[in-house]
C-alpha cells in the first residue's frame, strides 16, 4: 500500500482593489440618499402613512463591527446617492469576465509563491458566495487565461466556500484525482449588497484570495503548511439569506424586491452561529487530540470584530493576543470567503517550522470550516 499523501499549501495570492470606502464617506453618502428620501416621500411620512428612514453612523459601524473602510471595485457608483450600487460595465463573451480577471491576479501571485507555474495544475476550484453567471464556470475561464491542466468547477458554500474548496483540493490530492490544485476566492461583495438598507449597507467589501495546494513532497515552498486535517459543518438558516437566482423571472412581481440581495438578521446570527463555530473547532481539535492553546495563529472567518475576540476567547480560555488573531476587516470589511484566507496571507511568513495555526470560516448555510495547519 502506498503512505498517505501529505498535502500543504504552498502558497497564497491576494487581489485587493484599488479603491477604498472609508465609513465616513459610506455614511456621507447613505445620508444624503435618506434626506432625498425622506423629503421625496415627506407627504406621507407626515401623514404617519410610511416609516422616515434613519441615518447610519460612522460610530455605530466600528462599534457593532470593527469596520474602518472597504475596498471595492466601482467606488463612484456606491457613494452616488442617486445609483447607490457599484456600475461594472457588462463585457462581452471573449472578454475575460470580471470574476475571472480578479480571480487570475490572486492565482498568479499564489503560484508566483509556491515557485509553481501555472501548467503544472490540473485543478481550478472557484470557490465563493455569489458567481456572476450561471455557466460556463468561472474555473473553467480561468483554467483557460492562466493555461491549467486537468479540470476545473465552480462551488459556493457562502462564507465557508474558501475552507470547503481547501478540503476538496486536499482530498483529490489524497486520492489521486488531480495532483496539484488551485483554490480561488473571487468576492464582489458589494454586487449583492444593498447599499440603501442602514442594517448591512457598511458589512462587506471585495477582494480576491487564492492557494495552491500539492503534495509536500513536491513542494519548492519556503513557507508551506501542511494540511493536518479539516472538519466541516452546515446546518439549515434562513438568517443569512439571498433569494437571486434564475428562478427569479419566472415570477416577474418580485423579481427585483429587497429579497434578491443579501439580507440577515445580524443579532441571531451572532448568538447561533458563535455556538456552532467554537462546538465544531472544539470537535475538531479533540479528533485530532490537538488542544487551542496548541495553535500560535488563529485565521478567523471577518465578519466581525467582537464575534472574532469571542470565538477565540471561548477557544483558548483566556483573551488573546492581538497577534494570535489578527483582523483584517478592519481595513477589508467582511469580504465573505476570502476573509480568513486575507488573514492567512498577511499574518502567516512569521510563524516557525512546527508552528500550528487554525484556519476558520463561519457562514450562511449556516456553515462553518475548520482546517488544522503546521507550518514545515
Ligand atoms: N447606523 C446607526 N444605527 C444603526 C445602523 C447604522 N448603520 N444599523 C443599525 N442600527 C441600529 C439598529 O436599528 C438598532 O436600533 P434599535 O436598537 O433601536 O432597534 C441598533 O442600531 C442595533 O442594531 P443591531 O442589533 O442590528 O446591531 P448589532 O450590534 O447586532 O450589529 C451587525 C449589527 C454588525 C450586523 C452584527 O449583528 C453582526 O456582525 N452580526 C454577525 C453577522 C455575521 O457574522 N454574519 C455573517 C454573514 S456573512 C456570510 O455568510 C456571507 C453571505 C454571503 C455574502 C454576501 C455578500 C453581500
Known sequence: MNAPINVVISGSGLFTPEQSISNDELVKAFNAYVERYNQAHAAEIEAGTLEPLQPSSSEFIVKASGIHSRY????????????????????ADDELSILAEMGVKAARQALERAGRSAGEVDLVIVACSN???????????????????????????????????????????RSGSASRALVINPEICSGHLEFRDRDCHFIFGDVATAVLLEPEEQSRSASA??????????????????????????APQSRDARDKLFRQEGRKVFKELLPLVT????????????????????????ANLTMNMFAAKKLLGREPSAAEVPIVLDRYANTSSAGSIIAFHLHSDDLSSGDRGLLSSFGAGYSVGSVLLQKI
Open 72 to 91: 471595492v471595485i466601482d467606488k463612484q457608483g456606491i457613494l452616488d446617492p442617486e445609483v447607490m450600487a457599484p456600475q461594472l460595465p457588462e463585457r
Open 131 to 173: 458567481l456572476q453567471r450561471a455557466y460556463p464556470a468561472i474555473a473553467i475561464e480561468i483554467q483557460q487565461a492562466l493555461g491549467c491542466q486537468g479540470f476545473g468547477y465552480d462551488m459556493n458554500v457562502a462564507c465557508s466556500s474558501a475552507t470547503f474548496g481547501i478540503g476538496a483540493a486536499a482530498d483529490a490530492i
Open 225 to 250: 503548511f501542511r494540511v493536518l486535517g479539516t472538519h466541516f459543518k452546515t446546518r439549515f438558516s434562513n438568517n443569512i439569506r439571498n433569494n437571486f437566482g434564475f428562478l427569479n423571472r419566472t
Open 279 to 302: 462546538n465544531t473547532i472544539g470537535e475538531h481539535l479533540d479528533q485530532s487530540g490537538l488542544q487551542a492553546s496548541d495553535f500560535k495563529r488563529f485565521w478567523l472567518h471577518q
